[in-house]
């Protein structure tokens, strides 16, 4: 052996002998290996009349978010379900990320079926037992000793239920924990106006937004908050008007980069921050009932009159606004929370924000019952959803409290950390296989219904509660459906002799005593309900609540806030906008979408400012940026170490790291990926640490980015102008970088059979009844990263592990490229959603050798598989470099998995023959059968969705029955990323159809398209970004392509 070399290091000569012994042990299996596989096709005789193989149904449910349900409506091949999709009759689009990714966690192959006591599997039957005499125990208690901790749930027959079990056991506890839940602000709330009440936040209304380190346009508030947001600046000419934005926070978010003024702070000045605001708005504009908060207030003379004047100027906004709106992240501390409520509500009748009565069902903090199992008042204890042992706070010592209790069952969808430290597991359904109903963030009445029975044998929640109200039939195993029964309609008007589920007879009784005067037709109603998703009767009225400015008086009137010391390093806590609070960290296609901001996939780091990374001695290993630095972050007597990145627009001497990562468990997807922030949170004040102290390690770390490049050098791909200079100068695209090449040519259009110069839709063989484009206003966009996930999930796109996106090999077609603009001090991010562009004039498909790539009919570029050899010279001459190769058989192999040969542990994908194919079956479950997967060796990029138009020009022809061929109607095609848009930013459509939406778009003034100086005539076009700054903060002025830092 070479001592030179480092040992346990894989190079080719290793690799070489590592594969020759594996030939040479594996030589029978090669022997054997040309055999044809047998195989059988069973007909599908007795398949259920309203299912058709290859035609979707449709049905309209919803996910339930701590900030109340999303109405979805999902799309199902043969009974699986494959697709998320808004539901038109709530909204016409917009699905947040996470709700479109988690119809994977459905098929999750670590979702195990089986049911274990003490690690090891018993039977279905041996739980029922064991629980029912459980529950009698309870009953005959009074529920004395029992204690019951669950996930927040927004449900009404849930509350039902649980009310009905509180009334045979008083005595019994039940507490709701969520780390980044809404406890903070609930508390507020209820100290502020002395009832429980939730916000509904009229985001479409206000007209000047500030938002205090609330991430909003991540969905944090629900994808309802970025449809309103957008909507209040969506500009349709250069008159119309638009809200203002101001962000206050310590690190850079997509909220941020959103907005007009933007402010990096601290988090622990924050609560100065907003005395200052109070101080202004009360001393000078007269807002009495602020005064208070600032009876023994000063300005804090270590800030800069910049700051001072930023304070001022807000104020002054806020002061004289016609609907505003103050926001603060519901982590932020009870006094910050008061503070805000004090604010928004001195603005009287105009506030954009109301209440309603309080969505969450009531119950125990967390922190009571850890001192009620501390007192050994505990003996049983129920957990239901909740994964403590994982992340409830450092200084709880949960797992320690846990293992003492005598019984200690766990209900959840995985068999997690808390599963290992309970006695009893038993799987949880996911929300696609039970039945539900819950309420939205506005208070209306939402349906959920299953579209699967439950895959692996699991528990739905309803159900649970049934059972333990005595209910005892309500967890046995039901008796298959005789296939005779399946060729009726779906349950909504099943005849009487087919029982109907215990879920769904529960949510009935409650739709029904919530809504008794709903008609005297319950079976139209019902059926309505669940065709629609909600009720539409079920808006709650507003409540006018009353302050207790008396009490609020005295809560903030001995706030003696001090600035913190300038050089104190603070450590701030966040969920992760992809993986939450660790719930959906097993989700592969939220791992590997980049984050909109780090562009981080596979990972979390410790986020620092390039000035605080250049105090500390912190940067990455020269040469390769993709070598982070581990440091040691140290508060008291607790460290955990991770891998810093700095990144531009956060707050000096702030950190920043996101929760969610770092699971143990071993879990497919989760295990071993990032880096646990939890060990250092606390109960008190679980967001962020206000002294800690970091040391290097002089180790390094590999970081997976998409994207490592953020400045345009002088090119304009992304155009920007303040509002006042658009309405001065609505050609101002003009201006801005290079001029527009005219759609006219010297050459004869080589489509056409005429020689007719210009745009291949005019004329010719492309002029047909169809020529497909699209138009992405970069002005709403928000990049929430929606549409990636959207279309990974109606294309079949597999993900390919960190490993391969450290080499550029992400397949996702779609990514969202920003860019920088400013100094580090005053930056702006850009947001620019990149695409295969459709060119007119292809650069693509000149040099494929094969004709792999070529035009159709309708104007798209197309791949032809089977004609593609690989030689990747397409995506060489793709200025756009928007086309993937699959490089190995993602679609075949386990992308995930190693194995060990010899000291080496080598990824499945370089294994070869010897390496084990096949992904997971419940993964394949999942696959849309109308688009094909692609395997290795061949090309592949965006396609519009091509199955979509198709199947809209097939139902357009059978329309016809005989008679003149019917053209598709206006706008009804949609593209996933099109559907999936929040901020409706995309639209697609027919450009020979002038009553389209995509063709208004194409003629607004803000219209352009990327790189057009290189005469590609990309079929997509952006609408340039409109801010709408405060000319007494910054001067207004226009975004200049050549003008960088």
């Known amino acids: 052996m070479d001592a030179t070399k480092e040992e346990g290091k894989m190079n080719r000569r290793t690799f070489l002998k590592a594969m020759s012994a594996a030939a040479m042990a594996t030589g029978s299996i090669a022997a054997t290996g040309c055999r044809r596989p047998e195989a059988f096709l069973v007909p599908y005789t007795n398949s259920p009349e309203w299912i058709i193989p290859g035609k979707a149904l449709f049905y309209a449910t919803s996910r339930p978010t701590r900030n109340g349900a999303e109405p979805i409506l999902v799309e199902s091949h043969e009974g699986r379900p494959t697709h998320i999709h808004p539901n038109p009759y709530f909204a016409d689009y917009g699905v947040s990320t996470q709700t479109q990714a988690s119809i994977l966690d459905l098929y999750d192959p670590d979702r195990d079926g089986r ?46 239920l649980k009310t009905e079990f509180l009334e045979k056991c008083p005595h019994a506890t039940f507490a709701f924990y969520d780390p980044v839940g809404n406890e903070n602000r609930k508390e507020a709330i209820k100290r502020f106006y002395g009832v429980s009440l939730s916000p509904v936040f009229q985001w479409e209304k206000a007209d000047v937004i500030l938002s205090v380190g609330c991430d909003f346009c991540s969905a944090e508030e629900g994808v309802e908050a970025i449809r309103g947001f957008v909507k209040s600046r969506k500009l349709t000419e250069s008159s119309s008007s638009m809200s203002r934005l101001y962000v206050v926070e310590n690190r850079m978010t997509v909220t941020g980069a959103m907005a007009d003024h933007r402010l990096a702070l601290k988090v622990s000045d924050v609560e100065l921050f907003l005395l200052t605001l109070c101080y202004f708005l009360a001393q000078e504009k007269g807002f009495e009932n602020l005064k208070p908060a600032i009876a023994s207030f000063s300005i804090p003379t270590g800030w800069s009159a910049d700051l001072i004047n930023w304070i001022k100027v807000l104020a002054n906004d806020l002061a004289a606004a016609n609907a505003p709106l103050v926001v603060i992240s519901r982590m932020a501390p009870v006094s910050q929370q008061l503070l805000v409520l004090a604010i928004n509500e001195a603005f009287g009748e105009r506030q954009a924000v109301r209440m309603i009565p309080q969505l969450e069902s009531e119950g125990a903090s967390f922190p009571e019952l850890c001192e009620m199992i501390k007192k050994e008042e505990i003996k049983d204890l129920l957990i239901i959803g909740a994964n403590p042992v994982y992340n409830a706070p450092g200084d709880s010592h949960w797992p320690e409290l846990q293992r003492s209790l005598p019984s200690v069952v766990h209900f959840g969808l995985l068999n997690d950390e808390t599963a290992a430290y309970a006695n009893w597991h038993i799987p949880l359904s996911h929300y696609l296989e039970c039945w539900g109903d819950s309420k939205t963030s506005s208070g209306l ?243 962020w640490i206000s002294d800690c102290s970091i040391q290097k390690t002089n180790r ?262 005989g008679t003149e061929p019917k053209t598709i109607p206006t706008d009804s095609v949609k593209t996933a990323c099109q559907q999936a848009c929040p901020a409706g930013a995309i639209m697609f459509g027919n450009l020979m159809d002038q009553q389209s939406m995509v063709s208004k778009w194409k003629k607004n003034e803000r219209a352009y398209r990327v790189l057009q100086e290189l005469n590609t005539r990309p079929r997509i076009t952006y609408l340039a970004r409109i801010n709408n700054p405060n000319p007494s903060i910054a001067p207004q002025t226009q975004f200049e392509g050549k003008k960088e830092n």
């Open 115 to 160: 049911i274990t006591r003490n690690g090891e599997v018993v039977s279905k039957k041996e739980f029922i037992e064991f629980f029912k005499s459980q529950v009698q125990q309870w009953n005959d208690r009074k529920g004395a000793g029992l204690a019951i901790l669950s996930f927040p749930v927004i449900s009404p027959t849930f509350d039902r």
């Open 445 to 687: 009445y939402v349906s959920q219904q299953p579209l699967i029975e439950p895959l692996f044998g699991s528990i739905g929640l309803l159900e649970l509660f049934a059972f333990m109200n005595g209910t005892w039939e309500a967890l046995e195993e039901s008796e298959p459906t005789p296939p005779s029964m399946l060729a009726q309609p779906p349950v909504a008007g099943a005849p009487p002799f087919i029982p109907l589920p215990l879920g769904l007879r529960l949510v009935r009784d409650t739709f029904f005593k919530l809504f008794p005067a709903a008609g005297s037709d319950k079976d139209l109603i019902w059926r309505k309900l669940l065709h629609d998703g909600f009720y539409k009767e079920s808006s709650p009225q507003f409540v006018n609540a009353v302050p207790k400015w008396e009490e609020w008086s005295k809560s903030v009137e001995n706030l003696k806030v001090q600035r913190t010391n300038k050089e104190q390093l603070e450590l701030v806590f966040y969920p992760c906008p992809k993986v939450d609070e660790g719930s959906l960290a097993n989700n592969g296609w939220l791992q590997e979408l980049p984050d909109t901001v780090t562009k981080l996939c596979w990972d979390n780091a410790l986020l620092m400012s390039p000035n605080t990374a250049k105090r500390y001695g912190i940067f990455a290993r020269k040469a390769d940026s993709r070598k982070a630095e581990i440091v040691r972050i140290v508060s008291g007597e607790k460290w955990i170490e991770v891998a810093a990145l700095v990144v531009p627009g956060h707050a000096d001497n702030s950190l920043s790291l996101a929760l969610g990562y770092g699971r143990k468990k071993e879990l497919r997807v989760a295990a071993g990926v990032g880096f646990n922030a939890y060990p250092l949170t606390k109960t008190e004040q679980f967001w």
């Open 700 to 961: 390094f770390y590999d970081l997976a980015r998409s994207q490592e490049h953020q400045l345009m050098h002088g090119r304009p791909l992304v155009k920007i102008a303040s509002l006042e200079y658009f309405r001065k100068h609505p050609d101002f695209i003009s201006e801005q970088g290079t001029e527009e090449i005219p759609e006219v040519s010297i050459y004869e259009n080589p489509y056409s059979g005429q020689k007719e110069k210009g745009p291949a839709y005019k004329g010719g063989v492309w002029g047909g009844p169809y020529q497909w484009g699209m138009v992405i206003d970069l002005g709403s966009c928000v990049g929430c990263n929606a549409c990636v996930v959207a279309c990974q999930s109606e294309n079949n796109i597999p993900i390919v592990g960190k490993g391969q996106v450290m080499r550029g090999r992400i397949m996702q077609w779609i990514r969202i490229d920003n860019y920088y603009q400013g100094s580090d001090e005053n930056l702006q991010m850009f947001f620019e959603p990149m695409l295969c562009q459709h060119c007119e004039n292809a650069p693509c498909e000149s040099v494929c050798p094969v004709y792999a790539t070529v035009h159709s009919k309708d104007g798209l570029n197309v791949m032809v598989y089977n004609r593609c050899i690989g030689t990747r010279a397409c995506a060489a001459n793709c200025p756009y470099k928007v086309r993937r190769f699959n490089f190995f058989d993602y679609n075949k192999r386990d992308v995930l998995k190693k194995k060990k040969i010899g000291p080496f542990e080598i990824e499945n994908l370089y294994l070869g023959p010897f390496g084990d194919l096949g992904s997971p079956l419940t993964i394949q479950l999942q696959r849309n059968p109308n688009v094909t997967v692609r395997m290795r060796g061949v090309m592949e990029k965006c396609t519009f969705c091509v199955q979509r138009i198709e199947e809209a020009k097939i139902t357009a022809l059978a329309r016809s029955k």
